[in-house]
């Protein structure tokens, strides 16, 4: 829960993101879903630069983590990338993001339904993802830990990771000095691909469930799961690490394609 779950409008924030569709941006709804009589729509929003590299933003697959669905509207306006394409799923769970629920209409958690594609949410990434074809994927979220801190997939480099974490913290950001399961984290904010995290995906792949993180991992496509502190009373500072990662991704990303 987040504080400010009770004023997140999502007709309100589906209108905000709509009206980035003109000459930088093409925005989409990907798919509709009914829910009490009302309609939940999950948009895509790509930038018109031709580019070779793409960057794929998933906002809001649990939908009780308002900081990154709250932080497309900023991303899209700082973005300013020539060689770099921007595709964002906002929010990847809307009905979630209205009811300020993790799990989806049906109580189901879209994060772990990657192998399955039960719910049409995880079905819409997935289209989204093979259309797309990114060459690297952040997806953003919020955990109730002290500081921010971030899961990368094996196919993040390390170094590329620990700028990533130099970059938020030079932001301003704190990173987290233990995960939410209080485990340690060397360097801050960075919990990176190991031994235990490939056993962990082993163990939840043979009950059927699979997060967007070893998705892409399938792929060989390196990815990034952004946990901001949710506790944070600050909005601009919970904001931060999500508007300033996906920018310091998308440096790094345009540094491959020259
Ligand atoms: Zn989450």
């Known amino acids: 829960m987040t504080t400010d779950a009770a004023a997140f409008d999502l007709d309100r924030y589906v209108a905000r993101i709509r009206s ?17 009589g ?71 958690d879209i994060n772990r339904d990657f192998i399955r594609f039960a719910t049409v949410e995880a079905r819409v990434v997935r289209d989204v993802f093979e259309r797309e074809r990114p060459d690297f994927v952040v997806s953003l979220h919020e955990g109730p830990q002290e500081g921010t801190f971030m899961f990368a997939n094996r196919f993040v480099d390390h170094a590329l990771a620990r700028g ?58 390196p990815e990034i799961v952004l946990e901001g502190a949710s506790r944070m009373a600050d909005e601009a500072a919970r904001l931060r690490p999500h508007v300033d990662l996906v920018a310091a991704v998308a440096e790094r990303v345009a540094g491959w394609s020259r």
């Open 164 to 221: 990533l974490c130099e970059a938020l913290a030079a932001g301003g950001t704190v990173l987290a000095k233990r995960d939410y399961f209080g485990r340690r984290l060397d360097p801050p904010g960075l919990a990176p691909a190991s031994v235990t995290t490939r056993a962990i995906w082993k163990l939840l792949a043979a009950l059927r469930t699979k997060a967007t993180l070893a998705y892409s991992a399938d792929r060989s496509v």
């Open 38 to 108: 009302r309609a939940h729509p999950v948009l895509s929003v790509r930038s018109r630069a031709v580019a070779s590299k793409t960057l794929l933003v998933l906002a809001g697959v649990h939908g009780d983590e308002s900081a990154g669905i709250l932080a497309v509207p900023p991303i899209l306006e700082a973005w300013s990338s020539e060689v770099v394409r921007l595709v964002v799923i906002t929010p990847v769970n809307p009905v979630g993001a209205a009811q300020h629920s993790r799990a989806n209409a049906a109580g189901k």
């Open 20 to 36: 980035f569709d003109g000459a930088r941006f093409a925005v989409a709804t990907e798919v509709t879903i009914p829910y009490r």
